[in-house]
């Protein structure tokens, strides 16, 4: 495990806390080999029944790390297989996969949550994705399940237009389950947890396997997703955009 994603087992329920608090969790190609590594481990045992992520000092995700998307090709490369290492992974998840919500929930930090089957999230959160403003496309498959869970309109405002939803707006979406204070954020997150770890284990992995339904679409979308990502990482409005987020100027899509 990294020091970066901190996990621990307690009576069936692991929790993967990322912690990178300096960075507003932004996922590097560490975490994601790391949560990867722990999630696929937890599928595996038997002493774990069910999954939880959570964020740490206020903030769940700024998303992904863009200093991995401006590395050289061979280092860019390196990170992306980690990314998609974790993207795929997210519909072959055969437990119950939760998570709870401070702060900010940016790219992955939202798409992610498609693929939960309980969110909670803090009257704080806001949630965001701006793909496009980034010369990139959806990824995680939320192209296909956004519009899905919570309607195209919705969808294509959260995932094209960019705007940012609070936390009430997903509840009332669908997304979010229940919306509480912080310093209530996880208790409740656990409590749904060690609810559902309490449950016939065989029982709970064949129920959700049947609510989420047949993995493969989902797979399918994640590929195609994947495939225009990697072709707009090397587009040149792209690179523009990333270049000038990191720089903080405005853009210019007219080279």
Do not use: W
């Not at 964020?55 to 990170?79: H, I, Q, Y």
């Not at 979406?173 to 656990?190: H, M, R, S, T």
């Not at 993995?215 to 990502?229: C, G, K, L, M």
Request: proline residues 6%; contains cysteine; aromatic residues 6%.
């Amino acid at each position: 495990m990294s020091k970066l994603v901190e996990g621990q087992v307690t009576n069936h329920v692991q929790v993967l806390r990322l912690s990178r608090p300096e960075k507003k969790n932004a996922i590097n190609a560490e975490m994601y080999r790391a949560l990867s590594d722990a999630l696929e481990h937890g599928d595996a045992s038997d002493d774990v029944r069910v999954h939880v992520i959570v964020g740490s000092e206020g903030t769940f995700s700024a998303g992904n790390d863009l200093t991995d998307f401006l590395k050289t090709d061979e280092n860019r490369d390196d990170a992306m297989a980690e990314v998609l290492r974790f993207i795929h992974l997210l519909p072959h998840i055969r437990k119950p996969l939760l998570a709870a919500v401070d702060g900010l929930a940016v790219g992955i930090g939202t798409t992610l949550l498609f693929h939960c089957d309980l969110v909670f999230a803090s009257d704080r959160a806001t949630f965001s994705t701006p793909f496009v403003d980034l010369g990139l496309v959806p990824e995680a498959g939320s192209s296909l399940l956004g519009p899905l869970q919570l309607g195209y309109a919705r969808a294509f405002e959260l995932l094209v237009l960019g705007k940012p939803f609070s936390s009430e707006r997903m509840r009332e979406a669908g997304l979010i389950n229940a919306v509480v204070p912080p310093d209530e954020l996880e208790q409740a997150a656990l409590a749904a947890a060690a609810g559902l770890a309490a449950k016939p284990p065989h029982a709970l992995a064949i129920s959700r396997r049947l609510l989420r339904g047949n993995p493969t679409t989902v797979q399918n979308r994640i590929r195609e997703e994947a495939e225009h990502f990697a072709e707009r990482l090397k587009a040149p409005e792209t690179v523009e955009a990333l270049t000038t987020f990191t720089q903080k100027r405005p853009p210019n899509f007219s080279k």
